[in-house]
T-cell receptor
Framework: AQSVTQLGSHVSVSEGALVLLRCNYS??????LFWYVQYPNQGLQLLLK??????LVKGINGFEAEFKKSETSFHLTKPSAHMRDAAEYFC???????????FGAGTRLFVKA | EPEVTQTPSHQVTQMGQEVILRCVPI?????FYWYRQILGQKVEFLVS????????KSEIFDDQFSVERPDGSNFTLKIRSTKLEDSAMYFC????????????FGPGTRLTVT
C-alpha cells in the first residue's frame, strides 16, 4: 500500500526566504511522485512530478523537488518565497499503473511581508 | 490551453436525493478520476476509469456511487442517496495516457447536503 506523510500542516516564511515543504512516502513499488498546489477556492494545479528520470525535478513558479530513495523523501523547495506562493501544497504518490493517486494531508504555506 | 471543466460549480441537495456531478475531461485523454475533499481535509481518491470500466476504487466508493462515460466527452459521478457526510468538494481529473502520469484537475463541484 502506498502512503504520503507531509510534515507540518502549516509553514510560515518571510517573503524572500527559503521555502521547504517536507514529504515522505511509502510505496512497495517504484513510486511516481507529485506536488500539487491549491489556491483558495480553486482546483489542484501540478507543480512538478518525478517519474524515475532525474532525481532533481524542476517545476513551475521556481519550485523544485529532490527524490531521495534512501530517505523515502520528496521535499519541495523554492529559494525565495513570494507573496503569491501562499497556498495549500499537496504531495502525492501514484502506483506504476497510475490508476490510484494518494494525497498527503497538505501543508498550508503562509508568506509574511 | 485545454482544461477539465465541471458542472455545476455548486450543488445543494437534500439528504436522500440523487445527484449527478458532471465533468468534461480534456479531449483525447484516456484516464479519468474522481476525488473528493471534505472542507479543510485532504484530497481523497474515489475512483479511476479507463477503457469504459472502473480501474481502481477506494473504500469510500461504495454502492451509493457510480461513474459513467455516457458519450465521448462527459464523465459523470452519481450519488444515489446522498448523506450529510457526502458534503464535500468533488474534483474530476483526466490523464493523457499510459506514459503521462500527470493528472489535470477541474475546478471542482461543491456539494452541500442538507
Amino acid at each position: 500500500a502506498q502512503s504520503v506523510t507531509q510534515l507540518g500542516s502549516h509553514v510560515s516564511v518571510s517573503e524572500g526566504a527559503l521555502v521547504l515543504l517536507r514529504c515522505n512516502y511509502s510505496s512497495s513499488v517504484p513510486p511516481y511522485l507529485f506536488w500539487y498546489v491549491q489556491y483558495p477556492n480553486q482546483g489542484l494545479q501540478l507543480l512538478l512530478k518525478y517519474t524515475s528520470a532525474a532525481t532533481l525535478v524542476k517545476g513551475i513558479n521556481g519550485f523544485e523537488a529532490e527524490f531521495k530513495k534512501s530517505e523515502t523523501s520528496f521535499h519541495l523547495t523554492k529559494p525565495s518565497a513570494h507573496m503569491r506562493d501562499a497556498a495549500e501544497y499537496f504531495c502525492a504518490v501514484s502506483d506504476d499503473g497510475g490508476f490510484k493517486t494518494i494525497f498527503g494531508a497538505g501543508t498550508r504555506l503562509f508568506v509574511k511581508a | 490551453e485545454p482544461e477539465v471543466t465541471q458542472t455545476p460549480s455548486h450543488q445543494v441537495t437534500q439528504m436522500g436525493q440523487e445527484v449527478i456531478l458532471r465533468c468534461v475531461p480534456i479531449s483525447n485523454h484516456l484516464y479519468f478520476y474522481w476525488y473528493r475533499q471534505i472542507l479543510g481535509q485532504k484530497v481523497e481518491f474515489l475512483v479511476s476509469f479507463y477503457n469504459n470500466e472502473i480501474s481502481e476504487k477506494s473504500e469510500i466508493f461504495d454502492d451509493q456511487f457510480s461513474v459513467e462515460r455516457p458519450d465521448g466527452s462527459n464523465f459523470t459521478l452519481k450519488i444515489r442517496s446522498t448523506k450529510l457526510e457526502d458534503s464535500a468538494m468533488y474534483f474530476c481529473a483526466s490523464r493523457a495516457g499510459a506514459s503521462f502520469y500527470e493528472q489535470y484537475f477541474g475546478p471542482g463541484t461543491r456539494l452541500t447536503v442538507t
